[in-house]
């Protein structure tokens, strides 16, 4: 590997930004390596400002109003700080633990891309697809090791597994990075134009089966719903594509093959999931939150209502639906934010209840909104609208397959956020590293013809 890149004259600090990139992505999931993470953050933020700041004197338009927007939203974050939170140093500890390493992850992704754009690969946007792959196919086969081994020794194919991680949900976020590269991939293959990945196709769909596996292992619903989407938007994006190459014929076997697997994999999760059988008579009585207070009760408590068949009510749904609409009350309560903190929806259900369930609300659009208020919310949502905008423009324009995968991965990252929290913490971190390595790269002048 190491001659591969010497030859290709990669010089030392590329090469250990790359190798520093590729750990983040392989650490950023697992449990007890926040310090770890966030001193290998700190060297490959050092390494790559001089590259991202070499890209921001290229004055790319789309570059530069990212960035000012990420900028804005910080200078907004610290307004709240100093002038609406009652407990500005705790706000500010929060501040700085929670968004200024996504903030350095996304100026490191971007220079990164940059410097890469600048190398003398042949190809620099296969580098950066496979500095994306790696990382996250050898979590993934590891985890898959560890769920393969409990299954062994319990003697049967259970569910629920966080793996190596501590969370169940983890692999599902990390999944979500790499799927938009193999969609990108493996519908580029189908219309017959330049392969995302430098692998055999078989390798591509293994990798996609490994993905599938961990997420059916860790019954991540929400993992599954997201790769369908995913999988449905990349289709809706690419049938243009498919229309040229391939006779209605083939295309409606194609459709049909798309059906036949979306039914397949829902009917499994169907089948290794319980909660699905009460999602129905769940949602009507978990938005009816005047109803009663049971949804104020920790998940799993049993003291949740039933459903009008008489079994108990999906807890999860339950939860999600009863605290997000408790949380849109409280957002139209606080329009111009609370604090940062984590914890602001648990703080304002205690004070209203006397006591409260969850630490958030399981939306990360009503969370964030507690802290940043609506101005908040707006600045992220139009940073959002930028990357994808970007990426959908490359796609247009040039038929640009790393377009294609940011379009689709800020998407489901944007839906994901509407039921699970995850603009926070690790999960941000790694998504604007691989947001800003595909942003970047579009953005690269090498790209711009």
């Known amino acids: 590997m190491l001659n591969y890149f010497q030859a290709k004259r990669i010089n030392s600090s590329q090469l250990l930004l790359l190798l520093l990139s590729g750990i983040l992505l392989f650490i950023y999931s697992l449990p007890h390596v926040m310090a770890l993470r966030k001193l290998i953050i700190l060297v490959a933020f050092l390494i790559s400002f001089k590259f991202f700041w070499q890209a921001l004197l290229k004055k790319s338009k789309p570059l530069l109003t990212a960035v000012l927007l990420f900028v804005i939203l910080q200078v907004w974050m610290l307004i709240i700080v100093g002038f609406i939170s009652n407990q500005p140093y705790s706000s500010f500890l929060e501040w700085k633990g929670q968004w200024l390493p996504p903030l350095m992850s996304f100026v490191i992704g971007i220079g990164l891309a940059h410097t890469l754009a600048q190398s003398k690969l042949r190809d620099?946007?296969?580098?950066?697809?496979?500095?994306?792959?790696?990382?996250?196919?050898?979590?993934?086969?590891?985890?898959?090791?560890?769920?393969?081994?409990?299954?062994?020794?319990?003697?049967?194919?259970?569910?629920?597994?966080?793996?190596?991680?501590?969370?169940?949900a983890n692999v599902g976020y990390l999944i979500a990075l790499l799927e938009p590269i193999l969609i990108a991939d493996m519908l580029s293959r189908m219309v017959k134009r330049n392969a995302v990945l430098p692998v055999a196709g078989w390798v591509t769909a293994a990798i996609l089966i490994l993905a599938l596996f961990s997420l059916v292992a860790a019954a991540a619903r929400n993992g599954i719903l997201i790769m369908l989407l995913a999988f449905i938007l990349g289709a809706a994006m690419m049938i243009s594509e498919i229309r040229k190459v391939h006779s209605p014929q083939k295309l409606a076997t194609f459709v049909l093959a798309a059906l036949i697997f979306i039914c397949a994999f829902a009917f499994i999760s169907y089948k290794t999931d319980p909660r699905w059988q009460g999602f129905v008579e769940t949602v009507p009585l978990a938005w009816d939150i005047d109803r009663d207070l049971l949804w104020l009760n920790d998940e799993g408590a049993g003291s949740e209502p039933l459903t009008p068949s008489g079994n108990p009510v999906d807890i999860s749904t339950y939860h999600r639906i009863a605290d997000a609409h408790e949380g849109w009350r409280m957002l139209m309560q606080h329009p111009w934010g609370m604090e940062i903190a984590r914890d602001t929806f648990h703080k304002l259900e205690v004070a209203k209840y006397g006591h409260a369930g969850m630490s958030h609300s399981h939306n990360s659009w009503i969370d964030f909104g507690l802290e940043v208020g609506l101005p908040g919310l707006l600045l992220w949502a139009t940073f959002l609208v930028l990357l994808a905008q970007k990426g959908w423009r490359a796609w247009m324009a040039r038929k640009e397959p790393l377009g294609f995968a940011l379009v689709i991965l800020v998407i489901m990252f944007a839906v994901r956020g509407l039921f699970d929290s995850i603009f926070r913490d690790h999960m941000i971190e790694q998504f604007m590293l691989v947001a800003a390595l595909l942003f970047s790269a579009l953005s690269s002048e090498k790209n711009l013809r």
Do not use: E
């Open 124 to 168: 620099y946007r296969v580098t950066i697809a496979m500095i994306i792959l790696i990382p996250i196919t050898l979590y993934l086969c590891a985890n898959a090791i560890a769920v393969i081994h409990s299954m062994i020794l319990a003697g049967t194919f259970i569910t629920q597994q966080s793996g190596i991680s501590d969370h169940k």
